[in-house]
């Protein structure tokens, strides 16, 4: 079975940068997003994505941004997606979508059952949909704080845009994660961080090749949302 696809998001500098290609990473992500971290200036952006730019796809994270902030974004840094992590509507996607002609990620929140059918509206307007864990009551980001879900809530999900996986993953529990919820997709940040906000190298390279394993493991059939 192909490999699943690992995001290795929030990267801020050269070397962990190059550690995530290195290591067979299919995305990097680059964080917009002032509360967090992880946030990058636009210089500091523009540098990182001209130094991956076909090499790896670049994802570009923002949080309910403005018009303006987009702009900036797409000028400057050009990414391959932008991975909306806000409360963004579906005719938000589909407006960035045509005016920029970028890919678009919409991250959705996820704590129990119920909240699987947030997804449907976006469906048939983005071209992938990451599911990550709710933020606790009175986090500042709506991602990249270490909290998981319940992996099993998204078994049986089939036919429709690609999914991808995200919340508390970490080099030990990421291939229990593919195989529960059968997503072999996945997105990490804080699982991969010596401090937080500070990327490890090493740790890097383990949780990509342990997603590599979860995915080669996982039963057949890729898991989708129905459209």
């Known amino acids: 079975m192909a490999h699943g ?49 076909g090499r790896t796809e670049i994802v570009a994270l923002t949080v309910n941004a403005d018009d303006a902030t987009i702009e ?19 005719e938000r996607c589909v407006e960035l979508k045509a ?8 991250a959705l929140g996820i704590r129990e059952a119920d909240d699987i059918a947030t997804a449907l509206p976006y469906v048939s307007h983005v071209d992938r949909l990451l599911f990550d864990a709710k933020p606790p ?7 990249g704080n270490g909290a998981s879900f319940d992996w099993a809530l998204l ?7 690609p999914l991808m996986l995200s919340g508390g993953l970490d080099p030990r529990t990421v291939a229990d994660a593919i195989r529960i919820g059968g997503i072999g997709d996945v997105d990490v940040s804080s699982g991969v961080e010596r401090a937080r906000g500070e990327k490890d190298e090493d ?8 997603a590599r394993q979860g995915a080669t493991d996982r039963p057949a059939g890729d898991r989708t949302l129905p459209g």
């Open 99 to 106: 005016r920029y002609g970028v890919r678009i990620m919409k």
């Open 155 to 161: 078994q049986g999900l089939d036919h429709g845009v």
């Open 137 to 143: 009551k009175g986090a500042d980001l709506p991602g």
């Open 72 to 90: 900036a974004i797409m000028d400057r840094v050009r990414p391959d997606w932008l991975q909306l992590h806000g409360s963004e509507t579906p």
């Open 5 to 53: 696809l690992v995001k290795i998001c929030g990267l801020s500098n050269d070397a962990t940068l190059e550690a995530a290609i290195a290591a067979g990473a299919g995305m990097i992500g680059l964080v917009f997003f002032e509360k967090s971290p992880r946030h990058v200036s636009l210089e500091t952006a523009a540098r990182l994505a001209d130094r991956a730019r």
């Open 203 to 210: 740790l890097i390279h383990v949780f990509v090749a342990a």
